[in-house]
């Protein structure tokens, strides 16, 4: 699903801007201390688009989101792969003999935060029917979520609900104040995996009911962190809940996790942080700045920066001196090139989309756009997830202009004569900006315009929902280890909730996508995964780019932390302890 995934392919430094470890001695902080609270600082890319969970689509909404709202399941912090384990569920559900029906049982206590919604202004209890809630208002008629697509045709009597017919959903219903029924149209034995998405959080209906449009500016849930402060394009200040008792730090892990002392924290109650303070900070430059003055606790390196931080794949002797730490890993993502499928050129001719995608030198992206910190992509499915196939290589993977220009004559296009332009929505930041210029230049020697409309983070997201747009860059993050967490952009079902932004239709496709989610792993799966793969290639809908290399640094005061992907960074924030100045003397 993306689920939701979105653009960070937009990144790079402005090529003036002052490389901080290049800078005179004198003008480097003398010292650089932890800090006196235990708090944790992280800068986000672009603004957020709204704090409710069941409307968004993007990484930097979802990684707010998940300080303040949580789901029936979740990952565990240090198992990898991803174990699931309870969250506001009790334990893993009781399965029927047919698999089709899930009892989940929740756990009693829980309590969502205080807020004038309620009476009296003390949070409520969470209960069965705060479920049942969740599946109702993803399913309510002209409701835009972008999950609704996912569950459709999946959970008993969902889709009469969505269309009027009925006047609730028949597979959903809460057993007792603490025991919630979910019954399935069909076998899914991935279907836990929708549980751990964000955009299945469990939040009040009376808060939603007294907000209104405000309500994406407020956040209500059983989350670790209580909301301080809002404002969607500068600062999200969240404080301990102190109420929060339903999870501890885990007690489990590897040898390797002992050695490491990420076990030291074992059964204590979460969070272990006071405070986390998410500011939005577009270039990232000023990002660098503020975590080498000790500002920030995370940060992943600027592409800018990599030659001063990185001493091949090592961290640089100046920085390790500092105490500061490098974790790296490929990332759970991969960068696109969207098309809309529903434009009346580029959309329904797939060779111009097959000219674009050999016009493209990806490599020289990789070098310029990422420092050389990607791989190549040659499909949507990333290297985490279940159906990454390492031997397959796209058919447009090399460059090759002459051919290009061949396709786009097939087209109806000689010499591109007549081709309209690309128009291609892009972020406001110099990152975004450069990147423009690069694919301008790759594009235009087969004779492709690219016309790029610079607007803000939140603008983009619009323009994608509404398909306003011939195509864009996009980033896809993962959030479960499995191809269906890329189907949903594909699957022509999914174009309503704006998960298919592409309106990307194939009867073919649709076949396979419902096939690989009723089958267990294996050869057979594995087969049908590949089919769908190579109809992908030839249709074109993506143009896949990079799957990029996370270089995250974190300080020397910072406890617990393991390389997590952007989007979980939220939902996993609350088992990192910071050693204050005072700890630390």
Request: charged share 25%; net charge positive.
């Given at each position: 699903?993306?689920k939701q995934r979105?653009?960070?392919i ?10 901080f ?6 003008t480097?902080p ?7 609270e235990?708090i944790?600082?992280f800068g986000?890319?672009?603004k957020l688009?709204?704090?409710d969970?069941?409307v968004?689509k993007d990484?930097y909404?979802?990684q707010?989101?998940s ?9 565990h912090?240090?198992?990898?792969p991803?174990e ?5 569920a009790?334990s893993?559900p ?6 089709k029906?899930y009892k989940?049982?929740?756990?009693k206590?829980i309590h969502?935060?205080?807020?004038a ?7 409520r209890?969470?209960k069965a029917?705060?479920?049942v809630y969740?599946f109702?208002?993803?399913?309510t008629?002209?409701?835009?979520s972008?999950?609704y697509?996912?569950l459709?045709d999946?959970?008993?009597g969902?889709?009469?609900f969505h269309n009027?017919k ?5 597979g959903v ?7 919630v029924e979910?019954?399935?149209e069909r076998?899914?034995p991935?279907f836990?995996h929708?549980?751990t998405?964000m955009?299945t959080?469990i939040l009040?209906k009376?808060?939603?009911e007294?907000?209104?449009d405000a309500?994406?500016?407020?956040a209500v849930g059983?989350g670790?962190?209580?909301l301080q402060e809002?404002?969607l394009a ?6 301990r ?10 007690a489990?892990?590897s040898v390797?996790?002992a050695e ?8 204590k109650e979460l969070p272990?942080l006071d ?6 900070v577009?270039?990232?430059q000023?990002?660098w700045?503020k ?5 920030y ?7 800018d ?6 001493e091949?794949e090592?961290l ?6 500092r ?14 090139t969207?098309?809309n ?5 580029w959309?329904?001719k797939k060779?111009l989309r097959q000219?674009?995608?050999?016009t493209?030198?990806v490599p020289?992206?990789i070098e310029?756009?990422y420092?050389n910190q990607?791989?190549r992509?040659h499909?949507m499915i ?5 159906g990454?196939?390492?031997?397959f ?9 002459k051919?290009?220009?061949a396709?786009i004559a ?12 690309i128009?291609?929505p892009?972020?406001s930041?110099t990152?975004?900006?450069?990147l423009?210029e ?6 235009a020697e ?11 983070w939140?603008?983009?997201?619009r323009?994608?929902?509404t398909?306003n747009?011939?195509a864009?860059?996009i ?5 479960v280890?499995?191809?269906e967490?890329?189907?949903?952009i594909?699957n022509?079902k999914?174009i309503?909730?704006t998960q298919n932004s ?11 996508i419902?096939?690989?989610?009723m089958i267990?792993n294996?050869p057979?799966?594995?087969?049908k995964?590949k089919e769908?793969?190579?109809?992908l290639?030839e249709d074109l809908?993506?143009v ?8 995250q640094l974190v300080q ?6 393991v ?9 996993f ?5 910071i050693e204050?100045?005072g700890?630390r003397?």
């Amino acid at each position: 699903m993306q689920k939701q995934r979105m653009s960070s392919i937009l990144q790079r430094l402005m090529l003036g801007a002052l490389i901080f470890l290049n800078l005179p001695s004198c003008t480097r902080p003398s010292k650089v201390t932890a800090p006196k609270e235990k708090i944790f600082r992280f800068g986000a890319e672009a603004k957020l688009v709204s704090l409710d969970p069941h409307v968004t689509k993007d990484v930097y909404s979802s990684q707010a989101q998940s300080l303040f709202y949580e789901t029936l399941y979740h990952y565990h912090y240090l198992k990898r792969p991803f174990e699931i384990v309870p969250v506001i569920a009790e334990s893993l559900p009781e399965v029927s003999k047919d698999r089709k029906t899930y009892k989940i049982r929740l756990k009693k206590g829980i309590h969502f935060h205080d807020d004038a919604c309620f009476p009296g202004g003390k949070g409520r209890e969470v209960k069965a029917d705060d479920v049942v809630y969740l599946f109702h208002r993803m399913a309510t008629p002209n409701f835009s979520s972008p999950i609704y697509g996912a569950l459709e045709d999946n959970i008993e009597g969902i889709k009469d609900f969505h269309n009027g017919k009925a006047p609730s959903i028949t597979g959903v219903r809460a057993i007792d104040p603490y025991t919630v029924e979910i019954r399935l149209e069909r076998i899914l034995p991935r279907f836990l995996h929708i549980l751990t998405d964000m955009r299945t959080a469990i939040l009040p209906k009376e808060c939603v009911e007294k907000y209104g449009d405000a309500f994406a500016r407020r956040a209500v849930g059983t989350g670790a962190f209580v909301l301080q402060e809002a404002d969607l394009a500068s600062k999200i200040v969240a404080v301990r809940n102190p109420n929060y008792r339903h999870m501890t730090y885990p007690a489990e892990g590897s040898v390797d996790d002992a050695e490491k002392g990420l076990l030291a924290d074992a059964g204590k109650e979460l969070p272990l942080l006071d405070k986390v303070v998410f500011e939005v900070v577009v270039e990232a430059q000023p990002r660098w700045l503020k975590f080498m003055k000790g500002e920030y606790e995370l940060i992943g390196i600027p592409k800018d920066n990599l030659p001063h931080a990185l001493e091949g794949e090592k961290l640089s002797s100046e920085l390790q001196a500092r105490g500061i730490k490098l974790f790296r890993s490929i990332r759970s993502d991969v960068t696109a090139t969207i098309f809309n499928m529903d434009d009346p050129v580029w959309g329904k001719k797939k060779e111009l989309r097959q000219a674009y995608a050999l016009t493209l030198d990806v490599p020289k992206i990789i070098e310029v756009q990422y420092g050389n910190q990607a791989i190549r992509a040659h499909s949507m499915i990333d290297p985490s997830m279940y159906g990454y196939d390492p031997a397959f290589k796209s058919k447009w993977a090399v460059r090759d202009v002459k051919r290009a220009r061949a396709l786009i004559a097939k087209a109806g296009y000689p010499d591109g004569k007549g081709l309209p332009p690309i128009i291609y929505p892009r972020d406001s930041s110099t990152l975004s900006r450069q990147l423009e210029e690069l694919l301008k230049a790759q594009l235009a020697e087969a004779g492709i315009t690219l016309q790029a409309v610079p607007m803000t983070w939140p603008e983009m997201m619009r323009t994608q929902q509404t398909r306003n747009f011939v195509a864009m860059g996009i980033g896809m993050v993962s959030t479960v280890p499995d191809v269906e967490d890329m189907m949903g952009i594909i699957n022509s079902k999914m174009i309503f909730s704006t998960q298919n932004s592409a309106a990307y239709r194939n009867p073919r496709v649709d076949k396979l996508i419902d096939e690989i989610t009723m089958i267990e792993n294996g050869p057979a799966r594995l087969a049908k995964i590949k089919e769908m793969i190579a109809i992908l290639d030839e249709d074109l809908p993506y143009v896949p780019l990079t799957h990029r290399i996370g270089n995250q640094l974190v300080q020397s005061w910072v406890k617990n932390h393991v390389y997590t992907d952007n989007l979980l960074l939220g939902h996993f924030v609350k088992y990192h302890r910071i050693e204050t100045s005072g700890e630390r003397q």
